[in-house]
């Protein structure tokens, strides 16, 4: 006969973490609104951003087996997949500034960037306090 072993949920602690993480993404958003940077400048570069990375990587163990395991990945995918992305746009760019089109790919790219991050950091945190997975 097997046993079961009841589910555990995610600790109240690491409940917090997962928003405290949501909140320095969405700190470094509005950083990027208030000043002269960019939203996604803000996002990749920011201490906020920086700081909620560090944390996701230290924590991430801690909410294995839980639905917070999926708002760990999501928050650490959205971060390198937007660093990735702008890296390839910046290029895109740079390439095609010889035809004069170059801003206007830099432009175009980097908005539609911080649309998708600040889209991934809400539609997260909204689920979050659903306590439901992301996905």
Excluded: C
Excluded at 28 to 34: A, D, W
Excluded at 37 to 49: D, H, K, Q, Y
């Amino acid at each position: 006969m097997s046993t079961l072993t009841p589910y555990e949920g995610p600790t109240k602690n690491m409940i917090l973490v997962t928003q405290l993480v949501y909140i320095l993404h969405g700190l470094s958003i509005v950083v990027g609104l208030m000043t002269g940077g960019s939203v996604l400048s803000a996002f990749l570069f920011g201490w906020p951003s920086i700081a909620a990375v560090v944390l996701n990587y230290v924590m991430r163990g801690d909410a294995r087996g839980t639905y917070l395991d999926s708002h760990f990945s999501w928050q650490i995918r959205t971060f390198w997949y937007g660093m990735i992305w702008t890296i390839l746009v910046a290029i895109a760019g740079f390439i095609l500034t010889a035809i004069i089109v170059g801003p206007i790919v830099w432009w175009i790219g980097f908005l539609a960037l911080s649309i998708w991050v600040g889209y991934r950091i809400v539609v997260g945190w909204l689920r979050l306090n659903q306590r439901r997975a992301i996905f």
